[in-house]
């Protein structure tokens, strides 16, 4: 089946710092991508839709500057957070679509601490 | 628009006995409809899937779901429940026709007691 990477599954920086995590598909491609947010014992949250060749399209609520994302390539989508303080401790999780878009396949996730 | 809205945000089973977890979903088009699990700080693993086949739908680990379209419920069984089940159980939908958007409904957390 479809493998959907990230890197790194860990993180811990310190506030004001920037940190970027990556999103691979690993064996097919994706011109779309999904980030999408976790706080603790809380749901899913979708923050934006990765597009290959074009700006990214954030939710409602999601600062634009300070999650920079940037779809490179086709099996290459990444998430920059910029300026990080500590309430952007959470989640991150990405995800591909399969060939007819109706299955996600989510990456393990990227676990990020802001101190 | 489509959303999902899951009943119950904590089930409580004793181990061997039945598993039901509710999902209701409301969809502008025909859906797609997912549960996955998540133990505690991992990622997601997919359990199931409906795309527009067999309305009755088997999963890993002897779970299943049937979608039943006059209810717009999507609800999560198992027969026998163990202790590896405790965990942290999503419904999602989503749809090709939505640019392939995954809508995640709040969990339900599942406690297994011995």
């Known amino acids: 089946g479809a493998v959907v990477s990230q890197h790194p599954s860990w993180v811990i920086c310190k506030s004001g710092t920037s940190v970027k995590i990556e999103c691979r598909s690993l064996?097919?491609?994706?011109?779309?991508m999904f980030w999408y947010r976790q706080f603790p014992k809380q749901s899913l949250m979708l923050m934006a839709t990765?597009?290959?060749?074009?700006?990214?399209?954030?939710e409602q609520g999601v600062e634009k500057d300070k999650f920079l994302i940037n779809h490179a390539s086709l099996t290459l989508s990444t998430l920059t957070v910029t300026s990080a303080h500590p309430e952007d401790s959470s989640f991150y999780i990405c995800?591909?679509?399969?060939?007819?878009?109706?299955?996600?396949?989510f990456g393990p996730g990227t676990r990020l601490l802001v101190l | 628009a489509q959303s999902v809205t899951q009943l119950d945000s904590h089930v409580s089973v004793s181990e061997g006995t039945p598993v039901l977890l509710r999902c209701n979903y409301s969809?502008?088009?025909?859906?797609?409809l997912f549960w996955y699990v998540q133990h505690p700080n991992k990622g997601l693993q997919l359990l199931l899937k409906?795309?527009?086949?067999?309305?009755l739908v088997k999963g890993i680990n002897g779970f299943e779901a049937e979608f039943k379209k006059s209810e717009t419920s999507f609800h999560l069984t198992k027969p026998s429940a163990h202790m590896s089940d405790a965990a942290e159980y999503f419904c999602?939908?989503?749809?090709?026709?939505?640019?392939?958007?995954?809508?995640f409904g709040d969990g339900t957390t599942l406690t297994v007691k011995p």
């Open positions: 995800s591909a679509p399969g060939a007819r878009g109706e299955t996600q396949y």
């Open positions: 064996d097919f491609q994706a011109t779309t």
């Open positions: 990765s597009n290959e060749g074009s700006k990214a399209t954030y």
């Open positions: 969809s502008s088009y025909s859906p797609s």
């Open positions: 409906y795309t527009s086949a067999a309305t």
């Open positions: 999602v939908v989503s749809g090709a026709t939505n640019a392939g958007k995954s809508t």
